[in-house]
DNA sequence: ATGCCTTGTCGCACAAGA
């Protein structure tokens, strides 16, 4: 099962990226993130053409996010839990099944915050405060669940070519490098980082300044797994190359394998020995 | 460097992004 993140930077925009890159990646999910558009506004045809289902959360002009699935899109939560006055489109969730493998599946657009200094940062650190609350009662669920997404988190240093460029930033404060953290600790595991991804992995260039000429990225779309999907997961990997398309988006995409566990996997491997034929 | 691009908007410049 091929789950992908891709923050597309409008979907009327990305109109000919995007099914262009869901041909050549064929992901079983993407989620995708600032969709820019109202539900009724979004393209859904083009990708039920492709044989997508599409569930949209939407907003007018900004934020916006989607999921589409090659399979049945089941139990769809739209918005994050927490705070009913928050009419900001950054949170869909729902159930996928492939196969024998179910996995539960939640695309966040996390807010940027910046400037510092203003309520966009606070914004920021309450519905990070949310996320973890959420996440909390999700994994008590102890099912396959994952958290895909634009984070607006640079994590560590490494996340980022130029950190001293960021020290200012929303994105590196500590107090949202904490935040990060915090939600980690709940038991989830950072799919690009446990599969040893290369140094200077990044997942966004700005288009100002020559930043992807330069290399001059950061990481900041990520996928967290709950310790059941962590447990499938097979290979993380970033599609660098969509940022060098025409028209690209700022993000590229980022996407995991999971595989569910076959009984043999599964079965002691001295039973599976010894009932080999010699 | 309050800039640099790119997107969407009841545009005819602006807000927002990161």
Redesign the pocket.
């Known amino acids: 099962m091929k789950i992908a993140t891709w923050?597309i930077?409008?979907?009327?925009?990305?109109i000919d990226n995007l099914p262009k890159w869901l041909r050549e990646a064929e992901p079983d999910v993407v989620c995708l993130?600032?969709v820019?558009?109202?539900d009724e506004?979004f393209p859904t045809a083009v990708f039920e053409d492709m044989g997508y289902s599409v569930a949209v959360h939407g907003q007018?002009?900004?934020?916006g996010v989607a999921i589409l699935s090659k399979h049945a899109i089941e139990d769809v939560r739209r918005g994050l839990p927490g705070d009913d006055e928050d009419v900001q489109a950054r949170y869909i969730e729902a159930r996928i099944t492939v196969e024998d493998l179910s996995v539960r599946i939640a695309g966040i657009?996390l807010?940027?915050?910046?400037?510092l200094g203003t309520e966009?940062f606070t914004y920021k650190l309450a519905w990070m405060k949310r996320l973890e609350a959420h996440a909390r009662s999700m994994l008590q669920g102890e099912e396959a669940f994952l958290i895909a997404g634009?984070y607006?988190v640079i994590p560590e240093p490494e996340d980022c070519r130029k950190p001293d460029n960021w020290l200012d930033?929303?994105?590196y404060q500590p107090e949202s490098r904490d935040a990060y953290r915090q939600l980690l600790h709940l038991g989830f595991t950072d799919a690009l980082r446990a599969t040893n991804a290369a140094p200077e992995t990044y997942t966004?260039w700005?288009?100002?300044?020559?930043a992807w000429n330069k290399n001059n990225g950061?990481r900041?779309d990520h996928m967290l797994l709950s310790p059941q999907a962590a447990d499938l997961l097979q290979t993380c990997a970033v599609d660098k190359h969509t940022r060098a398309w025409e028209?690209?988006?700022?993000?590229v995409p980022v996407w995991v394998k999971l595989a569910a566990k076959t009984a043999a996997s599964s079965m002691p491997s001295g039973d599976a020995l010894t009932s080999q034929p010699v």
């Open positions: 923050n930077n409008g979907i009327k925009a990305r993130q600032e820019k558009s109202i506004n007018k002009s900004f934020n657009y807010p940027n915050g910046n400037p966009k634009d607006n930033d929303a994105l966004f700005d288009y100002q300044a020559g950061i900041i028209k690209p988006s700022d993000h």
